[in-house]
């Protein structure tokens, strides 16, 4: 078992495809960890756990215990701890808050939203240490709706440009949400640095989907989610057995009960 570190990530950029889920409680951290290279307790766990809206909503003392509860759970893979709306404003409240997460919760890197606007966060965290994975294209925490990006001449400058400068700024990572595919393309051929993809293509270093998506636990399924199982139907038929069982007496049978 070797520990996925940050080296081997960039290192993996035109080499070897890099896997990456959300994981945000320790059953499914333990089962990523024995896959992914990068396990991302995303704040998509607002609208995934906690029935939010938009991942606005989400506390920082909530995504601290559910990063602790992930990187307890987990060995090898790079865990990333996505920092939640409003708690990267301005440089010294990103340092002291960010300097809190990797403190807490031991994760191993830090995952913002944003792209030029942001970038002179960026490059103080990491002067300072804090490994930083980027995100641009579609930003959940300043998006109200789910739209692609990069359709337009003046988004796809503005992305491209975004990418570059969280590159510059001192990223080992970037993330890249719901982009057309050629821009996800030319991204990738003009960054040094790795970029991980959600619905942004092929051309990616790496992909990320949400596990609770990929598992068919929740309701979204956009066109770039791939189902790879129905776990609701399996817990549903399970659900449904236990009570018949109970109301017929069936359960607990001889093997659950105890003698004395
Ligand atoms: O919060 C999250 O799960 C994310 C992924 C969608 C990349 O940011």
Redesign the pocket.
Known sequence: MQKVTIKKIVKKKGNQPITCL?AYSKPVAEILDKYCDII?V???LGMVLYGMKT?KEVKFDTMILHGKAVKKSTKRSLVVF?MPYNTYKNKHEAYKNTKKVLNLTNCDAV?LEGGKKISHIIKHLTKNRIPVMG?VGLL?QYSNSFKLKGKNAFQRKQIFEDAKTVSYAGAFAI?I?CVVEDLAKKITDNISIPTIG?GASKYCDGQ?L?IDDMIGLSNFSPKFVKRYSNVKKIIEKSVKNYCKDVKKRKFPSFHNVYKS
């Open positions: 959300t991302l995303g704040d998509s991942t996505d995952k995100h959940p993330v949400e959600i990320v949400v």
